[in-house]
């Protein structure tokens, strides 16, 4: 099954059911500049055998970054950008599949050391400790018209550099997200209150980007299932937006779930009580994260839907196809590492590996240390740093280096963004 093309509703047609899920990259010059290191990593996940590659965040503001080192497509590009898109491009398909730039902005989730300043839907501050991220500023409704023509501009950017499709990422606490999420939301005009109104920014993105790119193109979404925190956005405002989504000729839904503060994705524990949903167990595997939300949302509509998150074994893979679960499974951390997994799981391998049971920072012997909110923290963001690390060395050298400790690789991806941060600011 894995193996067995999907056509979507726009007409294109994917070769097969394994999409690399979008994961940052930070490979992009410090103006946010496709880089050769970015061409040689697509290059060698296109020759990877997945039917679909997502790119990672495709940034519609310079300001409002998810991390130094983003593309950075706020504007009509000019030669140099539209060139360097164009080789991007055309290393991401050489393989005959389909490559779409995920379009995204940071909004409050934007560090000081970027901004001072981030704007969003209102002026809720990330719940997180640190001090790492400022009090955001709400955005005008002049600016939020301005982002949907930029979200639309990039798209078209894209198309005409040769990527295949593009994503509007909707998830993970970043900007739209943080419009759909009742806490991050507290606007009293039309992008306020209701759940419709709340949907309304991401609506207007899909049609000004569905009229710049047409209607042979494929446009996707990434929803969040439920951010999984008390009073935010939850599962029956998630099936209500994907019913929109299917409405507004959407192809493809991922979804995914949780936030900076509730980092359920990553399989983190958050800074507060997961809020369980009201979503009844499916008979797959308990492998992978979002089944259940997938299999209850495809109950309802007929949109293709996309699930990434924890799948390994390629059993489970394809019972959440058989179950009606999932059109296409996301592969992520396994392909920071094994780059050419969709094909070897194509060609019969039962199971992924696992590197993040690798990876933990605190030795055993110190286990009560594991129990502390802030160890907690530091084991996550050290061991997403390996990951991180093995992409920068693939990006230079199309190798691994799967040795590297993973506070060290923490160190030096500090070390390389605030080298970027420094060239930005001159």
């Known amino acids: 099954m894995l193996d067995e093309p999907l056509t979507l ?11 690399k899920a979008a994961m940052t990259e930070g490979l992009a010059t410090p103006d946010g500049v496709p880089t050769g290191e970015l061409e040689r990593l697509y290059g060698l996940w296109s020759d990877g ?13 310079h300001d409002h970054l998810e991390r130094p080192g983003n ?7 000019d030669a140099e950008m539209a060139a360097a898109l164009a080789r991007w491009a055309k290393a991401g398909t050489r393989g005959g599949n389909h490559l779409w730039a995920q379009i995204s902005h940071g909004g409050r989730q934007v560090q000081k050391s970027v901004n001072p300043a981030p704007k969003s839907a209102s002026d809720v501050q990330l719940a997180l400790p640190g001090g790492q991220f400022a009090r955001p500023v709400p955005l005008t409704r002049e600016e939020i018209a301005d982002l949907v023509n930029r979200w639309a501009v990039a798209a078209k950017a894209c198309r005409e550099a040769g990527f295949t499709g593009v994503q509007v990422h909707a998830a993970h606490g970043y900007l739209v997200s943080q419009f759909l999420s009742p806490r991050a939301n507290l ?3 039309e992008y306020g209150g209701s759940l419709e109104n709340r949907a309304r920014f991401l609506l207007e993105i899909v049609a000004a980007v569905r009229a710049a790119v047409g209607p042979d193109f494929p446009v996707s979404v990434k929803l969040n299932s439920a951010d999984f925190q008390k009073g935010g956005f939850d599962f029956h405002d998630s099936l209500k937006v994907v019913e929109w989504l299917e409405e507004a000729s959407v192809d493809l839904i991922e979804i995914s779930g949780g936030t900076y503060e509730q980092p359920k994705l990553m399989g983190m524990e958050g800074m507060e009580e997961e809020e369980k949903q009201d979503v009844a ?3 797959a595997a308990r492998e992978a994260y979002f089944v259940d939300f997938a299999k209850a949302m495809q109950d309802e509509v007929a949109v293709p839907l996309m699930v990434t998150g924890g799948f390994r074994s390629r059993a489970a893979m394809e019972q959440a196809l058989a179950i009606g679960a999932a059109d296409v499974i996301g592969l992520g951390r396994p392909m920071c590492v094994m780059t050419d997994a969709p094909r070897r799981l194509l060609d019969g391998l039962e199971r992924l590996p696992r590197y993040e049971d690798d990876l933990e920072v605190i030795p055993s012997w110190l286990g009560f240390l594991k129990r502390l909110q802030v160890m907690k923290a530091v084991n996550g963001f050290a061991g997403m740093a390996w990951f991180y690390h093995q992409l920068w060395m693939l990006g230079r050298e199309g190798r691994t280096e799967e040795g590297m400790a993973p506070f060290k690789a923490f160190l030096a991806l500090e070390k390389r963004n605030k080298a970027i941060l420094a060239a930005r600011a001159g």
């Open 9 to 19: 509703p726009c007409g294109a047609v994917l070769p097969n059911r394994i999409a």
């Open 49 to 61: 055998g997945a039917g679909l590659l997502l790119t990672g965040n495709v940034i519609v503001d």
């Open 71 to 77: 593309v950075v497509i706020e504007r009509e590009p």
């Open 187 to 189: 606007r009293t005009d």
């Open 281 to 283: 167990p499916s008979t």
